[in-house]
């Protein structure tokens, strides 16, 4: 069972590899293709005043959440 539990680990954490050498070449279109935002408006309005802090649970590859507010100029 440890031997099964390691195995599909290490398959992720090689897939978290491969995704992290691939997000600089991520373009804008790619990122709206796959990224479908909610409540994008309480950002927008947090950018119009004066910011706020987002507490939010930990759901697939949070790592491409920041490029993808970057390419919507946050």
């Known amino acids: 069972e440890l031997q099964k539990i390691l ?13 992290f050498l691939h997000l600089p070449s991520m373009k804008k279109k790619f990122l709206n293709k796959y990224i479908k935002p909610l409540g994008l408006e309480v950002y927008k309005e947090w950018a119009r005043n004066s910011g706020g802090l987002a507490i ?19």
């Open 56 to 74: 939010l649970g930990h759901f697939g590859a949070w790592e491409v959440a920041g490029l993808f507010y970057a390419s919507l100029g946050f």
């Open 7 to 19: 195995k599909l680990h290490f398959e992720e954490l090689g897939k978290f590899g491969m995704e």
